[in-house]
């Protein structure tokens, strides 16, 4: 049985981030993942497209891994807003904000490449391919059983604090206990790149439809890349199309502010539910990422807040290790209990900001479309309300953790 003080189920983008994150204390860290890195399968380090906030460019700056990512970071310097069909539209700017940029968009595989780099540079033991099979708890912690294809008797590991970061349908979560709401949306997202006739000027663009909301992000110099949510029916059919059907369809609903769509590249399906776990923390035990909330991707923010989870259960367990000293127990209840009552507050502003949108632009109904394009000609015409919606993406609500400002942990 080899000893740990804390194992991380699940290497995504989030339990790979919390990993080397940790490697910066004098901690035993190992982290446990089911795919091998590289592999096609691998769920978290896709093609997708993500927009990250400026607090999460802080946090990769400070494990280390943002000089890997930034040359492929694309920075959003604009969001444009708008209802199609109606007069209403907002501008968030980000020199109106005083930023130089109000977050990057960047690709999935891009951050986890930078991600693994690092990890095999670090002192974190890994286990990939090792998927969690069983685990039980014990006096001091957990012990956990791997299977994995280059161990036939697996691998049996003890740890004082077991993390799990193993996504929206955790196992790990659901074997200590710990039950989720799951609540479908009965939509998908289609995802794919896009080129158009005319440069995005790094705009980032939300556009709301009759048929469901879709997301235009700016990505190098003539890439865009296209987040499209459809009721799963119609993105079943929409994923069905050619591709110049499909690109037509596109762009009946998007309009020609970007010029024509010339071409699109291979779609992906992800259906969409809001999932959250009922705690973020048991005995001896820390939820993460994806396991602890999974989000609608309406407003952009499932990553940047799973991200802020790993800096702040990190920035508890460096505060604990350093006012401990000896008696430092990284899965102590203090530490656990400190951790999970500082993400309520986070989690329930972007789960009630997020669903809130999804609803209230699922509306088709004639006032509450009126009251939509009131309130973004208000949100476009005040600062304060735009103050508070770019302190949001900038992922600075609430208490901030350390890596997020730009300290280090
Ligand atoms: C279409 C779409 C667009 C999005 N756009 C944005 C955006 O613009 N901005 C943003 O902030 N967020 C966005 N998100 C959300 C973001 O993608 C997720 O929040 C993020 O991927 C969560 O990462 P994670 O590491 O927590 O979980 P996951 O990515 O699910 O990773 C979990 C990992 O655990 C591993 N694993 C699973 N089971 C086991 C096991 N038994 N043993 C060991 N390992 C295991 C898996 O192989 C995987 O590597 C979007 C999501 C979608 C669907």
Redesign the pocket.
């Known amino acids: 049985m080899s000893q740990h003080d804390i194992l991380i189920?699940?290497?995504?983008?989030?339990?790979a981030s919390l990993a080397l994150a940790l490697s910066q204390l004098k901690l035993n860290v190992a982290l446990?993942?089911?795919?091998p890195f590289g592999s096609i399968e691998?769920?978290?380090f896709d093609e997708?497209?993500?927009?990250?906030s400026n607090g999460t460019q802080r946090i990769f700056s400070a494990i280390g891994v943002w000089p890997l990512i930034e040359r492929a970071a694309t920075p959003i310097k604009r969001i444009h807003v708008s209802d199609q069909g109606r007069f209403g539209f907002a501008r968030l700017d980000a020199r109106e904000q005083d930023l130089p940029q109000l977050g990057y968009v960047v690709v999935?595989r891009v951050m986890g490449e930078a991600l693994w780099r690092r990890l095999q540079e670090s002192s974190v033991k890994i286990y990939a391919p090792?998927?969690?099979s069983t685990l039980q708890k014990t006096d001091g912690g957990y012990e956990v059983a791997l299977t994995s294809a280059l161990a036939p008797n697996g691998y049996n590991l003890a740890a004082k604090l077991l993390v799990a970061?193993?996504?929206?349908n955790s196992?790990?979560r659901e074997a200590a206990g710990i039950s989720a709401s799951k609540q479908d949306y009965r939509q998908t997202?289609i995802?794919a790149n896009l080129a158009c006739q005319k440069f995005h000027n790094h705009i980032a663009y939300e556009r709301f439809t009759a048929e469901g909301p879709l997301a235009l992000l700016p990505l190098g110099d003539a890439r865009i890349g296209l987040?499209w949510v459809l009721e799963s029916e119609l993105a079943e059919q929409a994923l069905r199309l050619d591709d110049v059907e499909f690109l037509t369809r596109l762009q009946a609903a998007f309009g020609l502010r970007l010029g024509r769509f010339t071409q699109v590249g291979k779609r992906f399906a992800?259906p969409?539910t809001l999932t959250q776990a009922a705690a973020h923390s048991a005995d001896r035990l820390a939820v993460?990422?994806?396991?602890a909330q999974?989000?609608h991707?309406i407003a952009?923010?499932?990553?940047?807040?799973?991200l802020r989870d790993a800096a702040c259960l990190a920035e508890v367990l460096a505060d604990a290790q350093r006012d401990g000293g000896e008696r430092f127990d990284p899965g102590s209840v203090e530490v656990l209990q400190r951790y999970a009552a500082w993400r309520r507050e986070d989690r329930g502003g972007i789960v009630a900001f997020t669903d809130g949108l999804v609803r209230l632009f699922a509306q088709p109904f004639g006032p509450i479309k009126t009251v939509r394009d009131a309130g973004m000609l208000l949100f476009d015409l005040s600062p304060l309300a735009k103050d508070y919606l770019a302190q949001l993406s900038l992922g600075a609500a609430g208490k901030i953790p350390r890596m997020a400002r730009g300290g280090a942990l």
Not at 9 to 15: A, E, H, N, P, T
Not at 32 to 35: G, K, L
Not at 165 to 168: F, L, P, V
């Open positions: 189920c699940g290497g995504g983008l989030v339990g446990a993942e089911a795919v691998q769920p978290s997708r497209t993500t927009a990250i999935n090792a998927k969690v970061a193993d996504g929206a196992v790990v997202a995802v987040v992800y969409l993460i990422g994806n396991a999974s989000l991707p952009g923010q499932g990553f940047n807040l799973g």
